[in-house]
């Protein structure tokens, strides 16, 4: 009798693993499976948007020496991001002068569209969130465009003259 009770018992605790065993396999589908694929969504949209204020920022600094044009500038940004995986054309990238809209090109020349040194400029690019998302469940964030700017002055030089006589000097 005794012998039948210790084999009842060890029966009700191997049974008792394979219950276990389930609310495990249902707390990892339906709780942890969900919260880590929100993490990895999370991650994915930081690391888009760490990108873009990186090209934007590469962007104004090659726009900031003077020597290249809106199109060039865009393609810098453009570029950048194609490094990183993410696929834009050019027209997301927008350029605009904050001090004069009407010196809208960044490079130097006596042309009236052209900067003068310290214009302020900000350039900006918008990726719409569904191009660079990982997975589909959109329920795990509301965001649907990733969007950076950065502002950057020019740095055109005003022509410098140099006399060549010597101040108190008879000539």
């Not at 690391?47 to 044009?69: C, D, F, I």
């Not at 940004?77 to 004069?100: E, K, R, W």
């Not at 329920?139 to 005003?158: C, G, R």
Request: hydrophobic letters at 40%.
């Amino acid at each position: 009798m005794s012998h039948m009770r210790v084999n009842l018992h060890r029966l009700r605790v191997e049974h008792r693993y394979g219950a276990a065993s389930v609310e495990l396999a249902l707390v990892l589908t339906f709780v942890l499976v969900p919260i880590l694929l929100g993490i990895w969504e999370v991650g994915r949209m930081v690391e888009v948007q760490q990108n873009l204020y990186n090209a934007v920022r590469e962007g104004g600094r090659q726009a900031s020496t003077g020597q290249k044009t809106i199109a060039q500038v865009q393609q810098t940004v453009v570029n950048y991001l194609s490094q990183c995986g993410i696929t834009i054309a050019p027209t997301d990238v927008t350029l605009v002068n904050l001090t004069n809209a009407s010196r809208y090109d960044p490079t130097v020349g006596s042309q009236s569209q052209n900067a003068q040194q310290l214009d302020h400029f900000q350039i900006s690019v918008s990726v719409p969130f569904d191009n660079v998302r990982w997975i589909v469940l959109s329920k795990i964030t509301t965001i649907t465009t990733l969007t950076a700017t950065a502002d950057w002055y020019s740095m055109n030089n005003q022509p410098l003259t140099v006399s060549t006589t010597i101040p108190g000097m008879p000539q």
